[in-house]
């Protein structure tokens, strides 16, 4: 079975800060591995994602994240953070032998402080 | 290209009452998934449809929800008789792949539904 695990429901960070977003899995496959991103009134929108190959993921609006096996850890950083960044942010996992089913964890609000 | 399109986008009804939401995926995507969102909680997995197909319908919470997709085409999603514990946000995600397939789902921007 898979489960993600979202660390801190609200995250606050200062415009120009690093921004880290916690995302722990747990799957008994090799997981596929995705960050999706919900800005106000809008609908989830794809990030990044890791199935295969390098293990650190570039995505849009200068995010990335780095898949960690030995700590099943998908963790999601931006060097700089933007007004425009403040959104809640979903990991979500998708283990290679299910029907497609996707894992969503509970979501990590963040807050751009300027 | 027109995304994923949800209506309403939000509902308030009584409980007791039947409330239907809408979907239409992307076209040419034959895979369309409903997942629901509670307050503060994960985004949940209801079911799958493959064309009009139900694929995995483990999801469901009970059976005053019933969701069809008559077609292959859009497809609906109907609460009756509506309890309290129904209120959150229904998504609807679409993609062109299915099985051991990469391919990420495309969503809509879900529809609210408050009980009363």
């Known amino acids: 079975a898979q489960s993600v695990t979202q660390l801190g429901s609200h995250v606050s960070v200062s415009e120009g800060a690093l921004v880290l977003l916690r995302c722990n899995y747990s799957s008994s496959v090799p997981p596929y591995l995705f960050w999706y991103v919900q800005y106000p009134n809008q609908g989830l929108q794809l990030l990044l994602k890791y199935t295969t190959g390098a293990t650190l993921v570039k995505g849009i609006n200068g995010f990335e994240a780095e898949f960690k096996k030995s700590e099943t850890s998908f963790h999601l950083t931006k060097p700089s953070a933007h007004m425009s960044d403040a959104a809640e942010y979903f990991c979500?996992?998708?283990?290679?032998?299910?029907?497609?089913?996707?894992?969503f964890g509970t979501g990590t609000s963040l807050t751009v402080i300027p | 290209e027109a995304g994923v399109t949800q209506f309403p986008s939000h509902s308030v009804i009584e409980k007791g009452q039947t409330v239907t939401l809408r979907c239409d995926p992307i076209s040419g995507h034959d895979n369309l998934y409903w997942y629901r969102r509670v307050m503060g909680k994960e985004i949940k997995f209801l079911l799958h449809f493959v064309k009009e197909s139900k694929q995995d319908e483990s999801g469901m919470p009970n059976n005053r929800f019933l969701a069809e997709r008559t077609g292959g085409t859009y497809s609906t999603l109907k609460v009756q008789p509506a309890e309290l514990e129904d209120s959150g946000v229904y998504f609807c995600?679409?993609?062109?792949?299915?099985?051991?397939?990469?391919?990420?789902?495309?969503f809509g921007e879900g529809s609210r539904l408050t009980v009363l």
């Open positions: 979500a996992v998708r283990g290679t032998n299910t029907g497609n089913q996707f894992y």
């Open positions: 995600a679409s993609s062109q792949y299915s099985g051991a397939s990469t391919g990420e789902l495309f």
